[in-house]
């Protein structure tokens, strides 16, 4: 499991509610409900929290992989 540091936790907040976040497994958690009454939850990947609003989630891990980097491959422009 991918402990976050309690000084990264300290500054960390919510996308959608500003509210702190903590540590549940490999998830954290909104420390306050949304609009809706729900308690966002944000996967951790490789120990790097993915704070994507959950509509916005589904978009960026359904782009494929060149549109993260703008298209260039190595840190190289095409034309190079």
């Known amino acids: 499991m991918s402990l976050i540091s309690p000084e990264l936790l300290s500054v960390l907040r919510c996308p959608v509610t500003g509210s ?3 540590q549940e497994g490999e998830e954290l958690v909104a420390a306050a409900p949304d609009a ?3 308690r966002l939850r944000y996967a ?3 120990g790097i929290p993915l704070l994507l609003p959950p509509e916005l989630l589904a978009a960026a ?3 494929p992989s ?3 980097d703008g298209g260039r491959s190595g840190g190289r422009h095409a034309a190079e």
């Open 36 to 38: 809706e009454g729900r």
């Open 61 to 63: 891990t359904a782009a």
């Open 66 to 68: 060149d549109q993260h």
């Open 44 to 46: 951790i990947e490789d």
């Open 20 to 22: 702190a976040l903590v």
